[in-house]
């Protein structure tokens, strides 16, 4: 009870706060504060007291994550600062063209990208161990500070059969962004291709189409998956590559379902514009009107979506590995990782270093996602532009 | 007195590329009780932007940078939100171009109307209800007790913009500000809307800024005409006294816009094969029959026009033409030859000797194909030149069409004008070498200089090429200065056809009398008389009627 008094004490206060400085702000006379509301100077009021909440925050010693996550915050912007300013200073004159209109948060995808792209092209030999390599001391805690029970030898620490954490967040890279990033790419293609088709077509094509992927998406993806992966280990006879294939193939032609509708969707809009009907009375042909005519006008959802699309193929893979059909053991997964370390989380309240272990390789897919995502945003705002 | 509103010096700036660019550049306007001003230019001229100022409005993106906006001795530019929103909808009043998509579909006519009474607290919802029928019935809206409680998708488009003028008069404002209220209407329509704007501004002794681009409408509605041009005022005038003595060259050139007209061309030999005759064309989309046994003929370097009202059944015919549509019955003959139904069957060379232009040039062109691509595409796919020889061609197109290569030819659409994109859709079409080209529509999006400039290009390709055109329009101007032959087609049938001054000529099929004295002239009395001429009385079955 007291905790809804307190709730309730705390937004009066706030909006009193809210009141008040408006009141004063009209003194002034100001056109912006006489034509304030007051639902925004209570937004006002709510900014300034998260911020000095934030502020005390920072000097409580049980804060540690709040601290990191700030810390890593100014570390990221100050990076996609710098690279944004080298960007515009060192180049051929098209790309620094690029760099100058660019916003941070692109800046910051871009480099973030790029980053993961290095590591997991020179994995091997980044990576100071082999990703399969048990390597004698288990659970060594990140941090390496052998007061706090650390190896500086491992410096994000051991798993709990001894293989060094670093390592196999490097190699992880290679294994779940290419298998995830070849996946999405699949499933775009196939998804992209049949939808614009049937949005072309139409008619008996576009039902057949349209009907089979209902069919697939009454299903519950992740049982499915499973049922189709199992089915494939039996194909696979116990070949790892074989397995891996299947499974990309799998859950590209799931994830596939989602984009048929969406490219559908799009391009039936698309195939009613006067350009498509002037190219059809051209005597064009089907690759013309789809991929010359469509494609470059249905791009901007597309691609939207495949920054959506991207992090949930990489999800769903974490997910059957975690089920143990997924990448198979010895290779090192982010999904997997996470699922392994996941204990440790427990410890959070005591040693926020031990907690660390399971979030590293969370951070690792997290980080990712955003870097995507705040690319494809700047894309996208480019190609609206563009059309106004 | 003072005057009830009053702007001086006004600056506005819009946000493209990062950067402020200047919209409406200092201009004054002075407004009188009772008063109807006109506000006349081209798109772009900054007439709703400034028609929206006068309510101390910015669109998003866009800013009122200096001057002042006094409405009855309030600086609206300086009110608060409060006060302005006292004002809004109950001394100020806005009437959108589109009355379709200013009505909230989901709810019920009548309800929309009272909404502003009453939440100004003027009457209560009772009241209002009858009030809101009083105005309907004065607007001479048909079945004024009950088409209330009909949904915006159940009344017409000339009924829902007279609704919308009923709802901005339900708080009885001083100031109206009517924005281009008939623009997207058929001219017999449009006749209608007029007459009962015109009505009720007398009647309340409303005071309103007609804003239009349409010269012969705001003669019929103003007393006093501004006209503007990229933001500043050339000149301003009474309404007789512009149309008869207009000062400045600007207005001088878009008064004799009219002017242009074609004579029209020796009748064809009896013998003639036609290049192309449609021959008893049935067609229907679905149950729904569009077009019953329609047969007309176009000869080699002629010009036929397709006139009738939205609905009558001109695109569909262009439809059944290019093969879109395959008709129910009849058969359409290119040269002496029927031609396959659908266009699927039809050959290269068939679907080559017909093209088409479209009326929105917007989506008529790909955006995101270069000017380049859009018209190489056609003389790479049916002559099959690559390379040099390629943009050799793309080049001699544009010449043609008097775009400049070097300067075009890398654009996006995107970055074109109006006029300019349809001169693009133009060169596209001329780029397959055709005998025949069908013009949806062509000028009907376009500012009539802009539009005129297009007419004197496809009349100085026809002279050249030799090419045939079927000119679909709801304009009887645009006939007037291009056609050779009329059509005439009512709901899905010929009603009349013929040499275009035997067509302009009386006596007319009822119809085509109808269509002809609908359209407005630079004549202050024109509405008047007509409105003598017909009675008030059988207008309002005529929109009866069209319900």
């Not at chain 1, 984009?259 to 089907?286: N, P």
């Not at chain 2, 705001?218 to 501004?226: F, P, T």
């Not at chain 2, 006209?227 to 309404?239: D, H, I, M, N, Q």
């Not at chain 2, 005759?277 to 329609?294: C, D, H, N, P, W």
């Amino acid at each position: 009870m007291s905790v809804w008094l307190w709730i309730v004490a705390v937004l009066a206060a706030l909006l009193g706060l809210g009141w008040a400085g408006r009141a004063l702000g009209q003194l002034s006379g100001r056109r912006r504060f006489r034509d304030m509301s007051l639902a925004e100077a209570f937004g006002w009021a709510l900014a300034l007291a998260a911020l000095l909440g934030a502020a005390w925050l920072w000097t409580r010693p049980g804060a540690v994550y709040f601290r990191w996550a700030l810390i890593g915050f100014a570390i990221s912007a100050v990076a996609a600062f710098v690279f944004r300013l080298l960007g515009r200073h060192l180049g051929p004159e098209r790309l620094r063209k690029q760099f100058r209109k660019m916003p941070l948060t692109a800046a910051f995808g871009i480099l973030v990208i790029i980053i993961y792209a290095v590591v997991a092209i020179f994995a091997g030999w980044i990576a100071p161990h082999g990703q399969e390599a048990v390597l004698g001391a288990a659970n060594v805690v990140p941090g390496g500070d052998p007061a706090m029970g650390g190896d500086p030898a491992f410096p994000l620490g051991t798993d709990r059969i001894g293989r060094d954490i670093l390592s196999r967040l490097i190699y992880g890279a290679q294994n779940t962004v290419g298998l995830a990033f070849a996946t999405t790419l699949l499933a775009f293609f196939l998804g992209g291709a049949l939808g614009l088709l049937a949005a072309v077509v139409g008619g008996w094509l576009d039902q057949l189409l349209s009907r089979g992927v209902d069919v697939l998406m009454a299903i519950p993806s992740l049982i499915f998956a499973l049922l189709l992966l199992t089915i494939a280990s039996v194909w696979a006879e116990g070949a790892r590559g074989w397995l891996t294939f299947y499974m990309v193939v799998i859950i590209a032609v799931i994830d596939s379902t989602r984009v048929f509708r969406l490219a559908r969707s799009v391009g039936i809009g698309i195939v009613v514009m006067d350009y498509v009907e002037a190219a059809k009375l051209r005597g064009e042909g089907m690759g013309h009107l789809v991929f010359r005519e469509i494609l470059p006008n249905a791009m901007a959802p597309l691609l939207a979506e495949f920054g959506l699309r991207f992090c949930f193929v990489f999800l769903t893979i974490a997910s059957l590995s975690f089920l143990g059909v997924g990448i198979q053991p010895p290779l090192a997964d982010w999904g997997t990782m996470v699922r392994d370390l996941a204990q440790f989380i427990n410890f959070a309240a005591f040693a926020p270093m031990v907690a660390l272990a399971p979030l590293l390789p969370a951070l690792a897919i997290a980080l990712l996602t955003v870097g995507v995502n705040f690319v494809v945003d700047w894309m996208l705002h480019r190609a609206s532009g563009l059309k106004s | 007195m003072t005057p009830l509103l009053e702007i001086r010096d006004l600056r506005i700036e819009g946000r493209s590329d990062e950067k402020w660019h200047p919209i409406v550049e200092g201009v004054d306007l002075t407004l009188g009780r009772g008063e109807v001003l006109g506000l006349i230019g081209e798109s772009g001229a900054g007439k709703s932007t400034l028609g929206l100022a006068a309510m101390g409005y910015a669109r998003d993106g866009v800013r009122i940078s200096g001057g002042s906006v006094r409405f009855d001795g309030m600086d609206l530019l300086r009110a608060s939100t409060e006060q302005k929103r006292s004002l809004m909808g109950r001394r100020i009043a806005y009437v959108a171009q589109s009355a379709a998509a200013s009505f909230n579909p989901a709810h019920k006519l009548i309800d929309q109307h009272v909404e502003a009474p009453v939440r100004h607290g003027i009457r209560d919802r009772g009241e209002s209800g009858a009030d809101a029928v009083e105005l309907y019935e004065k607007l001479r809206l048909p079945d004024p007790d009950r088409i209330g409680f009909r949904y915006p998708h159940q009344v017409s488009g000339g009924q829902l913009q007279r609704m919308m003028t009923a709802m901005a008069m339900s708080c009885r404002p001083d100031l109206i500000i009517f924005d281009e209220p008939t623009t997207a209407l058929d001219v017999t329509t449009q006749i209608e809307v007029l007459a009962a704007i015109r009505d009720i501004v007398d009647q309340f002794g409303t005071s309103a800024i007609y804003i239009t681009h349409d010269l012969a409408v705001v003669a019929q509605m103003a007393d006093r005409i501004k006209v503007l041009l990229s933001g500043r005022e050339v000149e301003t005038a009474p309404t007789r006294e512009m149309l008869t003595h207009p000062r400045e060259e600007y207005t001088k050139s878009l008064w004799a816009v009219r002017g242009f007209h074609r004579p029209e061309k020796p009748a064809p030999a009896p013998g003639d094969t036609p290049i192309l005759s449609v021959e008893g064309v049935t067609a229907a989309y679905g149950r729904q029959t569009v077009l019953e046994e329609i047969s007309f003929d176009i000869h080699p370097g002629r010009t036929v026009a397709v006139v009738g009202e939205s609905g009558s059944g001109k695109s569909t015919t262009a439809r059944v033409i290019t093969g879109l549509l395959p008709p129910r019955s009849g058969t359409v003959r290119f040269e002496g030859e029927a031609l396959p139904a659908g266009y699927r069957q039809r050959g290269k060379d068939q679907l080559r000797q017909i093209q088409m232009i479209y009326q929105m040039a917007d989506t008529a062109l790909n955006p995101r194909q270069s000017v380049a691509q859009i018209i190489g595409r056609p003389v790479r796919f049916y002559r099959g030149l690559r390379g040099r020889a390629l943009r050799a061609r793309v080049d001699e197109l544009m010449e043609q069409i008097e775009l400049d290569p070097a300067t075009f030819r890398d654009r996006l659409p995107g970055e074109l004008s109006g006029g300019q994109k349809q001169r693009v859709g133009i060169a596209r079409a001329l780029a397959a070498e055709p005998r025949l080209i069908i013009c949806d529509e062509v000028t009907s999006a376009l500012d009539q200089i802009v539009a005129e400039g297009i007419l004197r290009l496809l009349a100085r390709l026809q002279d050249e090429l030799g090419l045939s055109y079927m000119f679909i329009t709801h304009d009887l101007a645009t006939v007037k200065a291009i056609a050779d032959e009329v059509v005439v087609m009512q709901s899905g049938r010929v009603i009349e056809q013929g040499a275009k001054t035997a067509m302009f000529t009386p006596p007319h099929h009822p119809y085509t009398d109808l269509l002809l004295s609908s359209v407005p002239e630079m004549d202050p009395d024109w509405l008047d008389r007509l409105l003598a001429e017909r009675g008030v009385e059988g207008l309002g079955e005529a929109a009866t009627d069209r319900m």
